[in-house]
């Protein structure tokens, strides 16, 4: 493969479509060409879009949508963005008039440090269903698999390819796209029917990966260098197997990228859909080049917002990002220069692990519903949503420090306010006793209030799981009695801190997209039909949950079965009688046990009896922390993604 054949056809294709819409237009030189752009939706870049004529799309969408609240409200906040841009572009003049040398300098510092990180060891493995919830429809009515068709009445969550080139798409309402593709035929959803097919899907991943990490309902990471290795065969073989036993077993087809790391393994799963693979090399000099002429809006974290700020400074592909590098975090934060810098590299992690081993940030429930002033209604939707909070906590196992209140109002602004308990708080009562005076100020601060969403949601989150953590802070062996996959917990907490490894800032940005995918579909239901406001309450409800990975035989090589856990404390022993009775006596010491509370911080290590053990191969080595930048680790499951 060339490397001309590595970049899109259609590298510019988002940078025309605005230029042609500003300049074709019947509204000429406006603020309303970039809100015709921003109405375009966030899958824009979806694939079976290449060939669409957006700027007749963004026509439709713009005058069906014109005069609505709705579009009050796009217009203000891309009119708020206009300004900010210019506030941006002051600051970049200002900067261009002093010496930069020591940002240009900490800039390459950096880009060296990074380097000195690239991993090329790994082979990782993006893998996307094709039109899911569409496809699993189609095997129910195969008569729908050459007609265009759609999954959601009010707004669309997916629709086929032959809908796509009509330019219907995901998050778009169903009123608009009948008016694109009028032969268009849009079912409900059936959430049930779509699990139970991901659920087939997720059971052959776990024979390629058993730690395979799910990233939606239809997409998932792997990590094949083990299996690459193991069974002798080349990675584009062993994805090419996987894509047939998913569709020989499952009936339907998934779309695979396969690249050094996760971030490039997304752009790459987008490049041959439907029903196709494309690797990108794992070579420092084909990713630089994969990276150079990419759009930034290609980038998994790079929204439409963030992408017309860098548009705006000259940065409309991941190659220009190097020449404007001294800028980055002046004008938009430290984060966003790393982020940029990892998009401009081809960097990303290579460690994969399942998704409900990440630390969860928040639980939440809200709720969509016709616009309600009246207040005894607006208190009973807040019960109603306690109820539903207390559920969901129950059933992830947690209680919130702070619970935040999320009111949309009928002109589409969102508020929220937060509110500290004097103790962490899990049941109806209490979250209702904690929400309703922020509700009430609330209703004196605007007068006349008219909701249409409401919701509540726990951060600062207390794991309240039995056993779970014991006298000292420590995560307590788990009651299945399975001490190596404690010790596991243990260990790599342990090489965590002796290492200071880092998660990228990249899933701050990627959270920030997906976010932004729902909010765009949370407020499209305004202009949809007022009956399906009920389909999106069932959305929004749905995908929240990863499950663990389908259990297989599994056994981590850095694990060392030789040890005992002590019964007081839960900590992993070296497996001596001497030793352990030592401990034991330790332990049962009073004053011993005052004396080690006070020392041992809650996130607790391994003992010192326990060396620490070399991290597996299999997982990849995180990049090197920079000491300034706390860890953020972003909950995958909250926000389902739709194709």
């Given at each position: ?19 042609r819409i500003a300049t074709k237009s019947p509204i000429l ?375 935040v209140l999320k009111i949309k109002l009928h002109t589409y ?231």
């Amino acid at each position: 493969m060339t490397l001309k054949e590595l970049q899109w056809p259609i590298a510019s294709q988002e940078s025309a479509l605005k230029n042609r819409i500003a300049t074709k237009s019947p509204i000429l030189n406006n603020e309303h060409n970039t809100l015709k752009y921003h109405l375009l939706g966030p899958s824009l870049t979806k694939a079976g879009q290449e060939t669409v004529d957006q700027q007749k799309v963004s026509e439709i969408i713009y005058n069906a949508s014109r005069g609505s609240k709705f579009f009050n409200n796009e217009e203000n906040k891309d009119r708020s963005l206009t300004q900010k841009i210019d506030r941006i572009l002051a600051k970049k003049r200002q900067l261009e008039r002093v010496d930069l040398a020591s940002d240009l300098r900490r800039a390459d510092e950096y880009i060296t440090e990074l380097e000195m990180s690239r991993d090329l060891s790994q082979t990782i493995v993006h893998i996307d269903c094709d039109a899911f919830y569409a496809a699993v429809e189609e095997l129910d009515r195969p008569q729908l698999k050459d007609v265009p068709m759609a999954v959601g009445k009010g707004v669309l969550t997916t629709c086929n390819y032959h809908a796509r080139k009509f330019g219907c798409r995901s998050g778009m309402a169903g009123f608009v796209a009948l008016k694109l593709c009028p032969n268009l035929i849009c079912l409900p959803l059936n959430f049930g029917k779509y699990t139970a097919k991901a659920k087939e899907v997720r059971e052959i991943l776990a024979d390629y990966d058993p730690r395979f990490e799910s990233a939606s309902i239809d997409e998932a990471y792997l990590n094949i260098t083990d299996y690459c290795k193991e069974k002798i065969m080349e990675p584009e073989d062993v994805v090419t197997q996987l894509r047939d036993e998913v569709f020989e077993k499952a009936h339907i087809t998934i779309s695979a990228g396969i690249a050094a790391n996760a971030k490039i393994a997304k752009i790459a799963s987008n490049r041959n859909k439907p029903n196709g693979q494309f690797r990108v090399d794992t070579s420092r000099t084909t990713i630089l080049a994969f990276m150079r002429d990419l759009p930034t809006r290609k980038v998994n974290g790079i929204g439409r917002v963030f992408e017309r700020e860098l548009d705006a400074i000259g940065v409309k592909t991941c190659g220009d990002i190097y020449s404007q590098r001294a800028y980055l975090a002046k004008l938009f934060g430290e984060k966003a220069f790393q982020f940029l810098m990892q998009c401009y590299l081809g960097l990303g992690r290579t460690w994969i692990q399942p998704a409900n081993e990440y630390e969860r940030k928040s639980v939440g429930t809200e709720s969509t519903f016709h616009d309600m002033s009246d207040k005894s209604e607006l208190r009973g939707k807040l019960r109603w949503i306690a109820e539903e909070l207390e559920k969901d906590l129950t059933r992830t196992q947690f209680k919130g420090r702070t619970l935040v209140l999320k009111i949309k109002l009928h002109t589409y602004e969102v508020l929220t306010r937060q509110t500290v308990p004097p103790k962490a708080v899990e049941t109806a009562q209490e979250l209702y006793k904690f929400a309703l005076p922020m509700m009430t100020k609330l209703e004196k601060e605007i007068p006349g209030m008219r909701l249409r969403l409401m919701g509540l949601r726990c951060t600062n989150l207390v794991s309240t799981k039995k056993g779970e953590i014991d006298f000292f802070g420590i995560r307590r062996q788990k009651s299945s009695g399975n001490t190596d996959e404690n010790l596991v917990e243990h260990t790599k907490h342990a090489v965590d801190n002796e290492d200071e490894w880092q998660v990228w800032p990249e899933e701050e940005f990627e959270e920030a997209v997906r976010q932004e995918r729902q909010d765009e579909m949370n407020e499209i239901e305004r202009l949809s039909q007022e009956e399906q406001i009920e389909e999106a309450n069932r959305r929004l409800k749905h995908g929240r949950e990863i499950l663990p990975n389908p259990g297989k035989d599994y056994e981590d090589p850095a694990v060392d079965s030789n040890c005992w856990y002590c019964p007081i404390c839960s900590r992993p022993q070296v497996a001596s009688d001497k030793n352990f009775n030592d401990h034991i006596d330790y332990c049962l010491s009073r004053q011993t046990i005052k004396e080690v509370a006070r020392a041992i911080p809650a996130a607790a290590i391994l003992s010192s009896d326990i060396s620490i053990l070399p991290v597996s191969s299999k997982t990849g080595r995180k990049p090197g922390k920079r000491k300034a930048d706390p860890p953020s680790i972003n909950e995958r499951s909250q926000q389902p993604f739709f194709r």
